[in-house]
């Protein structure tokens, strides 16, 4: 296992147009979170899950923002009618939960979006 | 979740020790204290975590005060490899109470090491 992958690494689009990134945890994760890191600043919580369900949203997450992790497994988080402040860097982390103190999330490399 | 104070940037040598404090003087007494980094255009990476104990790994230690109201990670010999912006975060652990797991990023302090 290589750890959390997202794809693409990269996207560039146009206002408006919608986008949707990928992310595959590490195996056996059960959860899984989506994050947005704009220049200078550190990740931002946006949405996390438990298995196949979606546990919480931050108010970041807007109605144009929607997530999914249909099978527990890989999650997908789409942007619809994109805007230019929608250009950040989208990171997904996963961990293994069991209960105790220890809920080390790991990190992808990220989707960078631009928005023109 | 109980905020942090972080200097925004550090210089150290390389070879040398590289402590990076944190403050965090309003923790309570089920937070946890956790150190993340993250290298330029890379995902955050998890460095340590503890409650009131030193801890170490092979990455770093970290050295809580007896108060909790403040840390310390030592990075013992730093390398350039070792220059990225480090988070201290604390928390309650989701399985112990807390929010269901989102950290809460400051800006971190950047550290940097040179040759």
């Known amino acids: 296992d290589t750890g959390v992958s997202q794809d693409p690494r990269h996207k560039i689009t146009k206002r408006g147009q919608n986008v949707t990134f990928r992310c595959d945890p590490i195996s056996e994760h059960n959860r899984l979170y989506w994050y947005r890191q704009t220049l200078g600043q550190g990740p931002e919580f946006l949405t996390y899950f438990q298995n196949e369900a979606q546990l919480e949203k931050s108010r970041l997450l807007s109605d144009r923002f929607s997530a999914e992790r249909p099978k527990g497994s890989f999650s997908t988080l789409e942007i619809q009618r994109t805007e230019q402040g929608d250009s950040a860097m989208y990171l997904c982390a996963s961990s293994l939960s069991v209960g105790g103190p220890v809920d080390t999330q790991y990190f992808g490399p990220g989707t960078r979006l631009t928005v023109l | 979740d109980a905020k942090t104070t972080q200097p925004t940037s550090m210089d150290c040598a390389e070879g040398r020790a590289a402590n990076l404090p944190c403050n965090h003087s309003?923790?309570?007494?089920?937070?946890?204290v956790y150190w993340y980094r993250q290298i330029h255009s890379q995902g955050p990476q998890y460095i340590i975590h503890g409650l009131k104990n030193n801890e170490t790994n092979e990455m770093a230690s970290l050295i809580i005060t007896e108060d909790r109201k403040s840390s310390t990670l030592i990075l013992p010999h730093a390398t350039l490899r070792d220059t990225a912006v480090y988070y201290c975060i604390v928390r309650v652990p989701p399985n112990y109470g807390g929010s269901q797991g989102n950290l809460i990023f400051g800006k971190g302090t950047k550290l940097s090491v040179k040759p």
């Open positions: 309003t923790i309570s007494g089920n937070e946890y």
